[in-house]
C-alpha cells in the first residue's frame, strides 16, 4: 500500500530508529521536521498569468515580459509515526509552502504569505488504508515532477487536476507481487471560487450541500516504495446553478480518469488524462472555466504525460507536455479555447542537502481573440533539511 509522499520519504528512516532501541518499538512514537528551501530566479518572454509559476499565456499584452526572482516555493513539513493505532500503523503530515499570496508592502516580492498545502492522517493496515486531511483529488492524484512548480503542479491548467481538497478516503487492496486496489473517497464541495480574506460564504458547489465523490482502480507491482502502477478512476460532484443564488438547478461535475507511473530501470514514466465536464473546481479542468454560455457546464479533455531519466544517482533530467482543450461551443465570451504546454528540466542533488534546477517551459493559450505565446525560464538552487 502507497503512503503519502513525505511519509514514503522517511518511514524507512523512522523503522531504522525503531530498530536501534528494540525495547521501544512496540509504543515508540518518532517525530521529524523536514523541508526544502528553494530560491527560484525567473524570467518569461511575454505576460502570463502568473510570472514565477505561470500557467497560461495571458492575452493582456500589457507588460510583455519581465524576470526574477522568489523563494515563496520554500516547503516546510512535519511527519508522526506510530507503529500501533487502531491494529494498524499511523502516519501523519503536515506540509505548508509560502504560496499563499504577497503582504502589500514595499518589499515586494520578499513578503510571501505561509499556505497549507496538505495535511493528512493515515491509518494503514496489511491490506487497508484510511486516510483523512488535505489531499490531492483521489481520481487525479499524481503530479508531474518539477522544481520550477512546486507551489502549484506542473501542468496545472494544462491536463493537471490537483487542487488539494478536504477529503476521507478509504483503500482495499490485495496481493502482493500484483497488488490490485479499490479506492473511494468523499471530498469537500469546491467550485475553486476565491473567497474573502477571513470571511467566506458558499461557493456554487457548497450551495448544493453535497460532497464530490470519486472512486479508483489501481494496479501496482515492484517495490512499494517505489511502484510501477496504472489507474482508472471517476469522480462525480454537483454545481448550483448561475440564474440565482438561491436557485434550484444542479449542474453535474463529471470525470472519468486515467493515470500511470512506469519504471524501466533508470527511466520514468509519468502520466494522466481526463474527460469530463465543469471541472474547474478540481484545479484547472477546462483551463478554469466550469460554467459557460447559457449556464451549462463546460465539457473539457486533457492530460499530461512526462519521461524522466536519471543516468546517476546524483543528475535527472526530463521533459513532458499537456494540453487542456475545452469544447469550443461551451466556452463563454471571451474565455480560454485551448492550453498546451511543453517543458524541459534537468536536476543536480549532489551528496547532501543541496539541489539544484532548471526548467524551460513554452505555453501556447488559445483565447476566442486569438493565440497567444510565452516561454519560461526557472533557475533553481535549495537545500533539504
Known sequence: ??????????????????????????????????????????????????????????????????????????????????????GGSFSGEVDVDFFGGQLPSSGGRTFPLIRLRRAVGTVQWSHAQLLFGQEAPLAAERNPRSLASVGVPGFAGAGNLWLWIPQVRVTAEV????????????????AGT??????????????????????????????????????????????????????????????????????????ELLGEGFVGKALGGLGGGGIGQSIGRNGQPIRSKGGWGQMNVRPSGAWLLGSGCGIDNPD???????????????????????????????????????????????????LAAGFRF
Open 1 to 86: 500500500m502507497r503512503a503519502p509522499p513525505l511519509v514514503a520519504a522517511y518511514a524507512l528512516f523512522a523503522l531504522r530508529l525503531a530498530a536501534q532501541s528494540p525495547a521501544a518499538v512496540p509504543r515508540q512514537r518518532t517525530a521529524l521536521f523536514t523541508g526544502l528551501a528553494l530560491v527560484n530566479g525567473f524570467y518569461n518572454s511575454a505576460r502570463v498569468n502568473n510570472s514565477d509559476v505561470p500557467q497560461v499565456a495571458d492575452s493582456d499584452v500589457v507588460g510583455v515580459k519581465g524576470g526574477g526572482g522568489t523563494m515563496r516555493q520554500t516547503r516546510l513539513g512535519a511527519l508522526v509515526t506510530e507503529p500501533d493505532v487502531l
Open 175 to 190: 496481493g502482493y507481487t500484483l497488488r490490485l486496489a479499490v479506492q473511494g473517497a468523499a471530498l469537500a464541495p469546491t
Open 194 to 267: 476565491p473567497q474573502g480574506t477571513f470571511a467566506t460564504q458558499p461557493d456554487s458547489a457548497e450551495r448544493t450541500g453535497r460532497p464530490y465523490l470519486e472512486g479508483r482502480v489501481r494496479l501496482g507491482w515492484g517495490p512499494t516504495d517505489d511502484p510501477s502502477e496504472i489507474a482508472v478512476g471517476g469522480h462525480i460532484g454537483w454545481l448550483r446553478g448561475l440564474d440565482s443564488v438561491t436557485s434550484d438547478t444542479l449542474l453535474d461535475s463529471r470525470a472519468i480518469t486515467f493515470d500511470a507511473r512506469l519504471r524501466f530501470g533508470k527511466l
Open 328 to 378: 469550443d461551443s461551451d466556452v463563454p465570451s471571451g474565455g480560454r479555447l485551448k492550453n498546451f504546454v511543453c517543458e524541459g528540466h534537468l536536476e543536480w542533488r549532489p551528496p547532501g542537502p543541496l539541489v539544484f534546477g532548471f526548467e524551460y517551459r513554452l505555453l501556447k493559450t488559445t483565447y476566442q481573440s486569438g493565440g497567444y505565446t510565452a516561454t519560461h525560464l526557472n
